[in-house]
């Protein structure tokens, strides 16, 4: 069985540009939830899928960042415009079951955005 | 606050020996207790999980223990193995009343390096 995957692993771009990360979750895992870690800092949570609807976007950081997930199945994850602050390494989790708080969340390798 | 610290911040031990971690926590309501592996450039995966009443958990050369009434958590690695060296991250889970949501809150990590 495939695991998270995450597309690009790496994106370097500069400041005032776009950049749109995608996520594919575990095949049939309803919810979907993306994570930021920014250097030296501890991962934090941005948002929250289950199917194609947002749970919980509490926190995202700003309205410069723009998730979706069309149909349920990849998720999107766009910066516009990029800041400096905006760099860091940005997860995809996966999860099969409604929300069940001891559901095990499966993420995946990451992409890195650094912003110039 | 709901926060996670983690210590020590890193550690180097020799192949074969063994070490413990630990993880003190406020976050409430408390849910359950995850400490995942994080190897470079991968995603983290989740070595244990303990709920409330759970006092220690072993998975393998790992085991957990929690004291939820000191917030205290540690991981026991034993006969550390070369393979063993990666980011070890404790993440708790917020579940909030009412709601079957679990928002996890991440430790920093510990850096551990396992040298032959």
């Known amino acids: 069985e495939a695991g998270v995957t995450q597309f690009p692993s790496h994106s370097v771009i500069e400041k005032g540009q776009t950049v749109t990360l995608r996520c594919d979750p575990i095949s049939g895992h309803d919810n979907l939830y993306w994570y930021r870690r920014v250097m030296g800092k501890e991962i934090k949570f941005l948002l929250h899928?289950?199917?194609?609807?947002?749970?919980?976007e509490s926190g995202m950081p700003n309205n410069r960042f723009l998730a979706e997930r069309t149909g349920g199945t990849y998720s999107t994850l766009k910066v516009q415009p990029a800041e400096l602050e905006d760099s860091g390494v940005y997860f995809c989790?996966?999860?099969?079951?409604?929300?069940?708080?001891?559901?095990?969340?499966?993420f995946g390798p990451g992409t890195r955005l650094t912003v110039l | 606050k709901n926060q996670v610290e983690q210590s020590p911040q890193s550690l180097i031990i020799l192949e074969g020996k063994n070490c413990t971690l630990q993880c003190n926590y406020t976050v409430s309501p408390f849910s359950n207790l995850r400490w995942y592996k994080q190897d470079t450039g991968r995603g983290p995966v989740s070595l244990t999980i303990?709920?409330?009443?759970?006092n220690t958990k072993s998975n393998g050369r790992y085991t957990a223990t929690l004291d939820a009434d000191t917030k205290q958590s540690s991981l026991h690695i034993t006969a550390s193995q070369l393979s063993d060296s990666a980011s070890y991250i404790c993440?708790?889970?917020?579940?909030?009343?009412?709601?079957?949501?679990?928002?996890?809150?991440f430790g920093r990590g510990t850096q551990l390096t396992v040298w032959p």
């Open positions: 989790a996966s999860s099969p079951h409604l929300s069940l708080s001891t559901d095990t969340q499966y």
């Open positions: 993440v708790v889970s917020a579940n909030p009343r009412g709601s079957t949501l679990g928002r996890l809150y």
């Open positions: 303990m709920t409330f009443s759970e």
């Open positions: 899928f289950v199917k194609e609807s947002k749970q919980d």
